[in-house]
């Protein structure tokens, strides 16, 4: 299990971007994860992966969250427990990988912003697509929340979003102006 | 793994104290995870020969015969492996990205008969393996109502720490078998897993699968599943909720080699289904 230098994740950036008419192509995808509070005995924050599936469950993968400050690399012992992205494309993957892992994040909305044309959402063909968001906490819960969505994304449908009932709060998908990056 | 095959299931069974257990009792081994990520995880497993699924209420299983084969091929020890009054622990460490199969396996002759009183007698004794090139010495030439049978028994359950791979899933080609077409550490509740049976590597036609969801201390019914497998040998389950399942396997046919005249073989294992 051979691992690369933890590179800092560039693609989270806090948004407010403007909306402008160009191809979905030249712009960002942007995901927002509201990630609850929690009044619970013991805390810890979630580790979460998102990742976009065709209809053969082929996935391409936007993110994992995970503990990566653990000594011995331990926090990789409990990616596993994000068990659907661990199946679709986890398990193959050599973490951290630059651009797509970073550190866990605790409550409030965090917002990820990943350059389309610079990713491999380039590559995708046109078709139905679910973009999936799994949480799984520590002495926690599990949960896996999808938004079903054509590709390439259509600016008039935007934005497009579904709520989780104990893990996750909103998900949120639109598009954001590369230019802003 | 191939080449030791007899002597260590010979010891493997005897040790269990498992070979004639097994018409009334369960033997499994039970991992404490089938799906593993990070640095050289290490599983934990109990095995036990027991009434009630993955409720050690009878008898350890003696794990001395119990092999590990590595996702690389190599042959693994057990790491910590004690015997308690109801059940064996041990450990395991995955060093090595891929699958590993755990278990044990034994094949042998045995024979039932009466001798001139009348009396029932067999051979290997209660408990005990055979070594079939005692046959002709230990069972009288004129041994009343002789039946022989070729029996062999597989216990067996898989880890898989990263990605799944499937070197250790073919099979050796001895006894009764079961080759995985749905990878044995990818079963999720509400989908279908296919599976293959193998006797002495032929297509095990007809045989008789029970799963049983573990948990069984907890409900009234069993909530077996049956399945019988066709004329390749194969089957398949929709697992119904996640959770450890037992599967037994049974076959049974003429095709044994002389002495023998009935062919017999039976399969255990323990799978991890995961919430979908």
Redesign the interface.
Same mark, same amino acid.
């Given at each position: 299990?051979e691992k690369t230098l933890l590179k800092r994740f560039a693609g989270i950036v806090a948004t407010g971007a403007l909306f402008l008419t160009m191809s979905a192509e030249a712009r960002n995808l942007q995901v927002s994860i509201e990630i609850p509070r929690l009044n619970v005995a013991e805390y810890h924050k979630p580790y979460v992966a998102v990742w976009l599936e065709d209809e053969s469950r082929s996935a391409t993968q936007i993110a994992v969250w995970y503990d990566v400050g653990m000594r @011995? @690399?331990?926090?990789?012992?409990?990616?596993?427990d994000l *068990?659907?992205w661990? *199946?679709r494309g986890?398990?193959?993957l050599d973490v951290p990988v630059d651009g797509i892992t970073s550190a866990t994040y605790g409550p409030g909305e965090h917002t990820l912003e990943v350059s389309i044309a610079g990713s491999d959402l380039a590559k995708l063909a046109p078709g139905k697509y679910r973009l999936r968001v799994e949480a799984a906490r520590e002495v926690g819960g599990r949960e896996l929340v999808e938004i079903p969505l054509t590709w390439p994304l259509e600016e008039s449908e935007l934005p497009l979003s579904a709520a989780g009932n104990e893990e996750l709060g909103r998900v949120r998908i639109a598009l954001a102006s590369a230019s802003d990056n | 793994m191939k080449k030791n095959f007899t002597s260590v299931l010979v010891a493997g069974l005897m040790a269990a104290g498992v070979a004639m257990q097994a018409e009334a009792h369960r033997a499994w081994i039970l991992p404490s995870s089938t799906?593993?990520?990070?640095?050289? &995880?290490y599983v934990t497993f109990d095995a036990a020969v027991s009434n009630t699924i993955f409720f050690p209420d009878h008898v350890a299983m003696g794990v001395d015969a119990v092999t590990v084969a590595a996702p690389n091929g190599k042959t693994l020890s057990l790491e910590n492996a004690s015997r308690g009054k109801y059940r064996s622990t041990f450990d395991l460490q995955l060093t090595e990205?891929g699958t590993y199969k755990v278990g044990l396996a034994s094949s042998g002759l045995r024979a039932f008969w009466k001798d001139a009183e009348g009396k029932r007698k067999m051979w290997p004794r209660r408990g005990q393996q055979a070594n079939d090139a005692e046959f002709e010495t230990a069972v009288p030439k004129d041994a009343k109502d002789l039946r022989v049978t070729q029996s062999s028994r597989r216990v067996e359950t898989f880890v898989t720490a990263?990605? &799944?791979t499937s070197d250790v899933l073919k099979p050796e080609g001895v006894g009764l078998e079961l080759v995985p077409v749905t990878h044995p550490n990818?079963l999720?509740a509400g989908e279908a897993a296919s599976f293959k049976l193998l006797i002495d590597g032929e297509p095990a036609k007809g045989a008789e699968v029970v799963l049983i969801p573990g948990g069984t201390r907890y409900r009234d019914s069993q909530n077996e599943i049956s399945a019988q497998a066709d004329a390749e040998g194969k089957f398949s389950v929709t697992w119904p909720s996640a959770g450890q399942y037992f599967m037994e396997a049974e076959y049974e046919d003429g095709k044994a080699r002389a002495p023998a005249t009935v062919r017999r073989g039976s399969y255990s294992a323990t799978f991890e289904v995961?919430?979908?």
């Open positions: 299990m @011995n @690399n331990e926090g990789e012992k409990w990616l596993k *068990r659907q661990w *199946r986890g398990r193959a | 799906v593993l990520s990070g640095d050289d &995880p990205e990263g990605a &799944p990818d999720y995961l919430p979908l």
